[in-house]
């Protein structure tokens, strides 16, 4: 068994590209979800800011008629 995990003199190059490759999978797989939250949370931001600075203009419209 351990003959072949160490596959001759090539099993520290075999197994560090197993590893590579599936954090390189891991990684491909789990950044998109990350970047999703991060633009949702940044659009809600941004939409509670638009809906204050509305809000605030429609208040001084109101007051600059009175």
């Known amino acids: 068994m351990l003959e072949m995990l160490q596959m001759g003199k090539y099993g520290?190059?075999?197994w560090s590209s197993y590893g590579l490759a599936l954090f390189i999978m891991g990684y491909?797989?789990?950044k998109p979800i990350m970047d999703k939250k991060l633009?949702?949370?940044e659009l809600m931001m941004k939409y509670r800011r638009e809906e204050h600075?509305?809000?605030?203009?429609?208040?001084?419209?109101?007051?600059?008629?009175s």
């Open 12 to 14: 520290a190059y075999v």
């Open 28 to 30: 491909v797989a789990i």
């Open 39 to 41: 633009i949702v949370k």
């Open 53 to 65: 600075q509305l809000a605030n203009k429609q208040s001084e419209n109101k007051q600059e008629q």
